[in-house]
């Protein structure tokens, strides 16, 4: 039989407002969205599988709103010539959230129904006792509400949308699906290519057991983790690679704790190896992977390039006081000059605003990480209490102060109070810690640690480039940025005014022509250190103390440890050690423990 009916389902990824009330959003943006590709999937498979019946055609749009502006007015006209639909604004996060509901309005206007799912709704209704205004909000507008995954419960929304009995909530916060045998995340390389990369996305596995208390994926993916298979992620990256895809984020908040990893990357060393497909990927770990026999090996002959890594700070207090108690300061160096001798870059998040920050201590910080650990890119974040997280529960509970527009809930922006700091010490420490970590000095010795460890200092220069041109030109975050800043007139927050086309344009033409001169500024200054790098006859042999491997007795005399343990405990190895019981090789493996 042939479909007589159809059903579009619209699925978008919203962005948020910058200060100026203008969309965030690029020609290429940097980061693919997951959530999109698993909702894709989802859809697809719904699709195929006819779940509305042989009559019914359901046909999918995709839009990832940092790389696309959403034609709004186009895609109600194609939704009212069809026999039914649902627009899904998906992955919705906290700053999301406002832009959400402007997007949503219209399509309410038109009688469209409207689903809202994504962290900032799953995490609201698992940590608060009341429904938060902003989504009572949303309910009001005859908005539907998602909490939860979508695995297993996709066909019957589009079946009770279809017949015009959907719910106002969903949730499924307590009933989290297995990830094995699953629907696999895709999106067609149409969508793809508008990143700079070109990267695919997959979630290898979802959930965390560890228990951080700024951290929303615990309360709304779960503390059990649950992993894809093998075979899973093997049909993703062949079902990418089919579309000229070979490029990969996976987007797991800790690969590391993936109890498939090691199979996972032999399948993935078997494509590259045997298959010889040229697949390459970027990972996030925490800063204990290096204990795990093999690891880091079998990630780099798998394809891993870069690698994210959970630092967040090297403050025992604050890692304490975060919850964070797995992070090891003394084993950083370790770990990260395991990664650096495979040739994989390392980006590192460090949060400022943990209780015992001040701006002195957070300078101090930044300079014995940039002398003492190896780390290549370093981004910062202020401390935010994030709806979701147990940090947010307990101010709120509190009855605490915090910024009340979700729109600025972007890690980038003082959303509450700090003991120790003002709100200007605090944004003021935020923009000092990105001019002290990236200075021309410390650029250099970030080529010269890549060019010591056979790695490209070029890559090296234009992810600084992307890093801290970011932020001094575009005034944005990195893992907000894009190539070539887009601002359409028409679609700003409606708190501001709409701007008169005479003023609108030329002053556009004005910020990117200095945007590029900025850009074009600094490219010539990286572009000077990495011509000095490069015409170093001895670059292979440069050496400096994050570089050199560490010894017990030397581990004592690091600034890294000294400053925060004025007394160290020398471990029970070390010990041995001195006895003459051990030898220094099965020692040096066990490092040594620190008071607390």
Request: glycine fraction near 6%; aromatic fraction near 10%.
């Amino acid at each position: 039989m042939n479909p007589s009916k159809t059903f579009r389902v619209v699925l978008i990824k919203p962005s948020r407002y910058d200060d100026e009330g203008y969309v965030v959003q690029w020609v290429r943006s940097i980061i693919p969205s997951n959530t999109l590709a698993t909702l894709y999937g989802l859809a697809l498979d719904c699709a195929n599988r006819k779940v509305l019946g042989e009559d019914v055609n359901i046909v999918i749009d995709a839009y990832d709103e940092p790389n696309t502006v959403i034609p709004i007015k186009k895609i109600i006209r194609d939704i009212q010539r069809t026999s039914g639909a649902m627009v899904g604004l998906v992955g919705v996060q906290s700053n999301q959230f406002p832009r959400s509901l402007d997007i949503a309005r219209p399509f309410r206007e038109a009688n469209i129904p409207v689903l809202i799912g994504g962290f900032h709704v799953s995490g609201c209704l698992s940590m608060l006792p009341n429904m938060q205004t902003d989504i009572q909000q949303a309910l009001d507008m005859g908005i539907t509400i998602f909490a939860g995954e979508a695995e297993g419960r996709l066909e019957n929304v589009l079946r009770d949308v279809w017949t015009g009995t959907q719910k106002p909530l969903y949730n499924y916060l307590d009933d989290l699906p297995e990830l094995t045998g699953s629907v696999i995340p895709f999106l067609p390389k149409k969508h793809i290519k508008r990143t700079i990369e070109g990267l695919g996305s997959l979630d290898a596995g979802r959930g965390c057991p560890f228990q951080c208390s700024f951290c929303t994926i615990i309360n709304v993916q779960g503390r059990k983790s649950r992993w894809r298979s093998p075979d899973d992620v093997e049909k993703v990256i062949r079902a990418n690679v089919a579309q000229g895809v070979n490029r990969f984020f996976i987007t797991d908040d800790d690969f590391a704790r993936n109890k498939n990893w090691e199979a996972i990357f032999d399948r993935l060393i078997h494509l590259r190896e045997v298959e010889g497909l040229d697949i390459k990927f970027i990972i996030q770990v925490d800063a204990l992977c290096h204990r795990l026999p093999n690891f880091i090996e079998k990630a780099s002959r798998a394809g891993c390039k870069r690698v994210f890594i959970g630092l967040e700070n090297i403050n025992p207090d604050n890692l304490v006081a975060a919850k964070k108690r797995q992070n090891k300061i003394w084993e950083y160096r370790q770990m990260l000059q395991a990664w650096k001798n495979q040739g994989c870059m390392t980006y590192a998040g460090y949060i400022l605003g943990f209780p015992g920050d001040t701006p002195e201590s957070i300078s101090r910080d930044i300079e014995i990480i940039k002398k003492e650990l190896p780390v290549d890119l370093l981004e910062f974040f202020c401390l935010t209490p994030l709806p979701g997280s147990e940090d947010h529960q307990k101010l709120a509970a509190q009855g605490v102060p915090m910024e009340t527009d979700m729109n600025k809930y972007t890690l980038e922006y003082v959303t509450t109070a700090h003991p120790k700091m003002t709100e200007a010490e605090w944004y003021l420490a935020y923009d000092n810690a990105w001019k002290q970590y990236y200075t021309l000095e410390h650029v250099e010795t970030l080529m010269r640690r890549a060019a010591a460890r056979h790695m490209s200092v070029g890559n090296m220069m234009f992810l600084i480039l992307w890093f801290y041109g970011g932020i001094i030109v575009n005034k944005l975050h990195p893992l907000e940025n894009g190539y070539l800043r887009r601002k359409v007139r028409t679609q700003r927050r409606p708190s501001f005014t709409i701007e008169n086309p005479l003023v609108f344009y030329p002053k556009r033409l004005w910020e990117v022509i200095c945007d590029h001169a900025k850009f074009l500024q600094l490219v010539l200054q990286y572009a000077n250190i990495r011509r000095r790098v490069k015409s170093d006859p001895n670059r292979k042999q440069y050496t400096d103390l994050s570089l050199t491997p560490v010894t017990i007795e030397e581990e004592e005399e690091l600034d890294l440890i000294k400053v925060f343990n004025p007394r160290p405990v020398i471990s029970p190895a070390v010990k041995r050690k001195e006895a003459g019981e051990v030898s220094p090789s099965k020692e040096l493996s066990q490092g040594i423990s620190v008071a607390p």
